[in-house]
């Protein structure tokens, strides 16, 4: 039967209906694949921007997603979930000392206040503002250290001697961005290679890729959607009715896992002399090696080697018998973790870093053997 002029005419208004929604579903993409893609310049030169761009200004929108399947470990939730996670981040950055940082989740928002004078947080699910006080020698990672600018800042200062290569450019959050390439030369990190992509003009990294050893696929990614290279007005947060306000010590790493604090550290550890970093000259924590072949000690109570370990033993961990004492070690490609035990000084350490396994047992082996009168 010959459909009707009728209904000839209905079909046709409906192809068109559905060919303009195609277009409209369409267009994001296809604009952002139209849109132009950064020229291949000189890698050494747009690394030295990046490492030149903290004064650089910019605000947006970035999302990092990463794909580590980290144990939970004793009070270390909020830092596990930002390498195994997809972590939402608004920024309005004006410089290093004055920025926010909104961590956007399901179960709340939680803001960052860095000023000239001081630092606060904001958390939306507890309606609390507070007020940091000090500056803590050892900080863990937060959600705006995954930031491009500063991931992609933390990254080449760590390995600054690095070899560098160009890579074909891309557009991000509308930056002509151009890229380069990142090998570690050290044969002991589980690091295979470091992708950055930045403004060729300012130097404001907008995309990072980092990939460990022997694999293909990133295993953290971190890039802006919106981003506007403009200052923005940062300025302290104030308590709205009904919000409550403290005022607090800022948190480190000797009071989330309890580091003792007082317990010496060796200068070397498995030949890698302690960093010069936010770790170095901490007792009780210390951060050892260069580049990206670095790792982290930190003396803890046996209390929490205990829950570490047992964490770590339902992620498939295995338990080695030292000279003088044990070690359970899981190696999370590209991250390796040990929680050393010693029947000598009958101390406790946390064991995490960028190295091969056998590294990070040569460094259990040498602190089991520790005696409390110190290295």
Same mark, same amino acid.
């Given at each position: 039967?010959?459909?009707?002029?009728?209904?000839?005419?209905?079909?046709?208004?409906?192809? !068109?209906?559905?060919?303009?929604?195609?277009?409209?579903?369409?267009?994001?993409?296809?604009?952002?694949?139209?849109?132009?893609?950064?020229?291949?310049?000189?890698?050494?030169?747009?690394?030295?921007?990046?490492?030149?761009?903290? &004064?650089?200004?910019?605000?947006?929108?970035?999302?990092?997603?990463?794909?580590?399947?980290?144990?939970?470990?004793?009070?270390?939730?909020?830092?596990?979930?930002? /390498?195994?996670?997809?972590?939402?981040?608004?920024?309005?950055?004006?410089?290093?000392?004055?920025?926010?940082?909104?961590?956007?989740?399901?179960?709340?928002?939680?803001?960052?206040?860095?000023?000239?004078?001081?630092?606060?947080?904001?958390?939306?699910?507890?309606?609390?503002?507070?007020?940091?006080?000090?500056?803590? &020698?050892?900080?863990?990672?937060?959600?705006?250290?995954?930031?491009?600018?500063?991931?992609?800042?933390?990254?080449?200062?760590?390995?600054?001697?690095?070899?560098?290569?160009?890579?074909?450019?891309?557009?991000?959050?509308?930056?002509?961005?151009?890229?380069?390439?990142?090998?570690?030369?050290?044969?002991?990190?589980?690091?295979?290679?470091?992708?950055?992509?930045?403004?060729?003009?300012?130097? !404001?990294?907008?995309?990072?890729?980092?990939?460990?050893?022997?694999?293909?696929?990133?295993?953290?990614?971190?890039?802006?959607?919106?981003?506007?290279?403009?200052?923005?007005?940062?300025?302290?947060?104030?308590?709205?009715?009904? *919000?409550? /306000?403290?005022?607090?010590?800022?948190?480190?790493?000797?009071?989330?896992?309890?580091?003792?604090?007082?317990?010496?550290?060796?200068?070397?550890?498995?030949?890698?002399?302690?960093?010069?970093?936010? /770790?170095?000259?901490?007792? &009780?924590?210390?951060?050892? &090696?260069?580049?990206?072949?670095? /790792?982290?000690?930190?003396?803890?109570?046996?209390?929490?080697?205990?829950?570490?370990?047992?964490?770590?033993?339902?992620?498939?961990?295995?338990?080695?018998?030292?000279?003088?004492?044990?070690?359970?070690?899981?190696?999370?490609?590209?991250?390796?973790?040990?929680?050393?035990?010693?029947?000598? *000084?009958?101390? *406790?350490?946390?064991?995490?870093?960028?190295?091969?396994?056998?590294?990070?047992?040569?460094?259990?082996?040498?602190?089991?053997?520790?005696?409390?009168?110190?290295?």
């Amino acid at each position: 039967m010959t459909p009707s002029p009728v209904r000839w005419e209905r079909r046709r208004r409906w192809a !068109v209906v559905a060919a303009v929604a195609a277009v409209l579903v369409s267009a994001p993409s296809v604009v952002a694949a139209l849109a132009p893609a950064g020229a291949v310049g000189d890698p050494a030169r747009l690394r030295d921007l990046v490492l030149g761009s903290a &004064g650089r200004p910019y605000q947006g929108y970035a999302e990092s997603a990463g794909s580590l399947a980290l144990p939970e470990l004793p009070n270390l939730a909020a830092v596990t979930a930002l /390498f195994s996670m997809r972590t939402p981040m608004r920024v309005w950055y004006a410089g290093p000392d004055r920025y926010r940082v909104d961590i956007l989740g399901t179960a709340g928002e939680h803001d960052v206040y860095r000023l000239p004078d001081g630092e606060y947080t904001w958390d939306y699910g507890d309606n609390t503002l507070t007020e940091l006080i000090g500056d803590p &020698g050892v900080r863990l990672p937060r959600g705006g250290d995954l930031l491009p600018p500063e991931l992609a800042r933390r990254i080449l200062r760590a390995a600054h001697g690095d070899p560098v290569s160009a890579l074909p450019g891309r557009n991000v959050a509308g930056v002509a961005a151009s890229g380069f390439r990142l090998v570690p030369a050290d044969p002991d990190t589980t690091i295979g290679r470091v992708d950055v992509w930045a403004d060729p003009a300012t130097g !404001v990294a907008v995309r990072v890729e980092l990939t460990a050893r022997g694999q293909d696929s990133p295993i953290l990614v971190t890039e802006f959607q919106q981003l506007e290279q403009t200052a923005p007005v940062v300025q302290a947060p104030r308590p709205v009715l009904g *919000s409550g /306000f403290t005022v607090a010590s800022a948190p480190d790493v000797t009071d989330t896992l309890g580091a003792y604090s007082q317990v010496p550290l060796p200068a070397r550890l498995a030949g890698r002399a302690v960093a010069s970093s936010d /770790f170095g000259g901490v007792q &009780g924590a210390a951060l050892y &090696g260069s580049g990206l072949a670095s /790792f982290a000690v930190i003396a803890v109570p046996r209390t929490v080697a205990n829950a570490a370990s047992e964490a770590a033993g339902k992620a498939g961990a295995v338990q080695v018998r030292l000279a003088a004492g044990n070690v359970v070690q899981l190696s999370i490609t590209p991250l390796s973790l040990g929680i050393v035990r010693s029947s000598v *000084s009958r101390r *406790s350490y946390l064991l995490a870093g960028t190295v091969t396994p056998a590294v990070l047992k040569s460094v259990a082996d040498e602190l089991s053997r520790l005696r409390r009168s110190g290295p």
